[in-house]
Each structure stands twice: as C-alpha cells, then as structure tokens.
C-alpha cells in the first residue's frame, strides 16, 4: 500500500533539504509551495515527486491532496517581513484551511510540525507570536502529532540566514557586525534536523522536542566560521548597535521585502540560550560538528550553488 505524505513549506530550506531523505518505494509525496521561482527548483531536482504550486490561505487544488495524505510536514512559514498580515496569513490561516482540510470527514494523518525555539522567546515580534498561534492549533487538532522546535538553522538552498550572510559577505568590502556581537547561538544544521524529521514520520512519533544546536557560540565567532567555512577573507567591522539599528530602519523605507529587519535584529541581541536536550539519543540521528557541517553547506558541487529568491 503506498503511503502519502504531504509536505508544506516545501521548497524552503526544511523542504529541501527534507525530500531526498522521504524519497522511497512505496511513497507518495506530495510538496506544497507558493513561491514560483523556489517550487520549479524543486520541481528540477525532484521530476519523481508530485509538486503543487498553491496559497495554503486560498483554496486550491492541495485541498485534495491533504484530504488523502496518511502524514504531514507542517513546514510552512512566514519568517521576516513588514507587513503583520502576511504573519497571519502564512502562519495561522493557511494552517487553519490545511488541518481542516486534512481531518475533514474524521481523518486522522500523522503530522509533524516544524514550529520552533522561538515559542519560548522572550522576544516579541510577529513572528513569535503567529509561530505560538500556529503551535496552538496544531495542538488543538486532534491529530496524532510531534512537534519540533529547532533553533536558527543553515544548510543547503539556505536563503534567510547563514547563506545569506555568507553571500552578502562575498560581495562586501567588509562585513558588518552590531554592538560587540556577543550575542549567543546555537545553530542548527538543517540536514540533521531534517534526518529527525524523517525518523518522526517512520516512528509516527509524539510529544514536543526541543531540537537545539549542540554547539553554542557568540555571533561574532559564527560569522568567523562562516567565512572560512566559504573560503573567505572579508573583514569583520563592528559597528554601534544603534547605528546598526537605524541602518536597517533606512533601508527598510526602501525595499518591500528586506533581508534583515529591525525586529530580527531585536531578537538577536536578546540574550536567552534554548534548552539543549538529548535528540541524537532520543532520534538515533548523530549530530554533525558545526565545523563540518558548516564545510558540507558551502562545500556541496551542486547545491551549494543554487540560491532560492528570498
């Protein structure tokens, strides 16, 4: 019997990274996306899959393929942004139409969602507080589910982060860093990550999971793993917080979608470390160094060259 598993969010960097690892006989999957130029990538890299360009806020054709999936990858998110709109939209109604969607007529697929560390934050933005909204309703359900709050991830097709850090590094004079850039992190690889995700679905596995990076390390020091993880020699500049602040304020009266926001900037200077918990134990998936994982991500011959838009 061939099982169907419904991945959302799929041609993010989770996506990605997760659908060469679900790929096998006796398995349909079906990747949802509505970012065009990021869901034909995927389509390119994986012709054996079934992909579905559509708005989980809007009713489409994945309704049908959630009302027939056996398993869910909740992996859709709105991450940065100005607008609180799209928060809501992205976060809470599009998981609002797919769980409806995937327990109508008392259907119960297996799910498991990609929420994250931030429910814990203390940091309050938009995205906190639609990625606690989204949780909630997952929670509500009444579906068989694991939840999954991974840290701040890098890996390959990586386009809001680390990647883009590291392409913006390339092609800069110098790299600016805020305040003294002691602000800690720990840093998850997307491929481990994806490998538990994986390991949920074939255990139908339950409960809440912290998934942490194991190595917690100041901002200042990553960004310098970062640039010789690249093959990089650019110079690191340090600059006021406040001047790195409005900096970013600047550009944001220009530009609709900016990389990196005042807000995001906010919540990188807040000091809080995440709970780090035994997942490798728990999973049986071996965490990867940082130092090799950051030497996979930017050493890959192919995928280290494809760029998603942002």
């Known amino acids: 019997m061939t099982e169907t598993v419904l991945v959302t969010g799929a041609a993010g960097l989770v996506g990605q990274n997760l659908i060469p690892l679900l790929k096998h006989p006796g398995r349909r999957i079906v990747a949802v996306d509505k970012h065009r130029a990021n869901t034909a990538t995927l389509r390119r890299l994986h012709p054996d899959i079934e992909v579905i360009e559509a ?24 991450i940065g942004g100005l607008d609180r709109a799209a928060f809501v939209a992205n976060n809470e109604d599009a998981t609002a139409r797919l769980l409806e969607a ?3 007529g008392g259907r119960a697929p297996h799910a498991v969602h990609i929420s994250s560390s931030v429910v814990n934050s203390l940091a309050r933005d938009w995205y906190v507080e ?25 890996g390959w097709f990586d386009r809001k982060h680390l990647g883009w850090l590291a392409r913006f590094m390339a092609r800069a004079p110098v790299f600016p860093i805020p305040g003294d850039g002691r602000f800690r992190r720990q840093p998850l690889y997307a491929g481990d990550f994806c490998a538990v995700v994986a390991r949920c679905l ?3 596995m339950a409960g809440t999971h912290d998934v942490s990076g ?23 500049l340090r600059i006021p917080y406040r001047v790195f602040w409005l900096m970013l304020w600047s550009h944001a009266r220009i530009s609709r979608d900016p990389p990196f926001t005042t807000t995001q900037l906010e919540a990188l200077a807040t000091p809080e470390l995440f709970p780090v918990t035994d997942w490798p134990a728990a999973f049986g998936v071996p965490a990867t160094p ?10 890959h011959p192919e995928y280290s060259q494809i760029v998603l838009e942002f």
């Open 202 to 204: 074939e255990g139908r």
């Open 102 to 104: 995937a327990t109508a």
């Open 130 to 154: 639609s990625k606690r909204a989204q949780e909630a309703m997952v929670r509500a359900s009444g579906l068989p589910h694991a939840v999954l709050r991974p840290t701040l991830m890098f």
């Open 290 to 299: 940082l130092r090799e994982a950051l030497r996979a991500t930017f050493g």
């Open 214 to 236: 194991l190595e917690a390390l100041d901002y200042i020091d990553l960004i310098r793993e970062l640039r010789e993880a690249a093959g990089l020699r650019t110079p690191i």
């Open 55 to 78: 708005d989980l806020a809007q009713d489409g054709p994945w309704r049908a393929a959630a009302a027939s999936a056996d398993a869910l990858v909740i992996a859709h998110a709105q």
